[in-house]
């Protein structure tokens, strides 16, 4: 089994920015893919970001795009995004998830909350105006 922890998340004024990490611990050898998501309230999880196993890959939401950036460590252990400009729709519980298969690729798949196979229990970020 794999653990993800999330951290960084707060409260933070718009404009501002944050980071946010996220540690696999277990079996991560059956880690391939990561990526993060968030859910607002009263809506459902949308994709903010994904990186490949190979960590040179990587996609982003049309809404996050130049304002955020996701990173992964050389080991592939932990997963980071820092997040700039912040806007307050920018407000949800942010989710890091990790996928276990190595051929796992491409935006369509790696977008897709179903395709991945662990979760974090989330890390609130909070934008006031």
């Known amino acids: 089994q794999v653990q993800l922890v999330e951290s960084g998340g707060g409260l933070v004024q718009a404009g501002g920015s944050l980071r946010l990490s996220c540690a696999a611990s277990?079996?991560?050898?059956?880690?391939?893919?990561m990526g993060w998501f968030r859910q607002a309230p009263g809506k459902g999880r949308e994709f903010v970001a994904a990186?490949?196993?190979?960590?040179?890959?990587?996609y982003y939401a049309d809404s996050v795009k130049g304002r955020f950036t996701i990173s992964r460590d050389g080991a592939k252990k932990t997963v980071s995004l820092q997040m700039n400009s912040l806007k307050p729709e920018d407000t949800a519980v942010y989710y890091c998830?990790?996928?276990?298969?190595?051929?796992?690729?491409?935006?369509?798949?790696?977008?897709?909350?179903?395709?991945?196979?662990?979760w974090g229990q989330g890390t609130q970020v909070t934008v006031s105006s």
């Open positions: 998830a990790a996928n276990n298969d190595r051929l796992s690729m491409g935006w369509t798949t790696l977008s897709s909350s179903a395709e991945y196979d662990y």
């Open positions: 990186v490949s196993w190979s960590a040179i890959t990587k």
């Open positions: 277990g079996r991560t050898l059956s880690v391939y893919a």
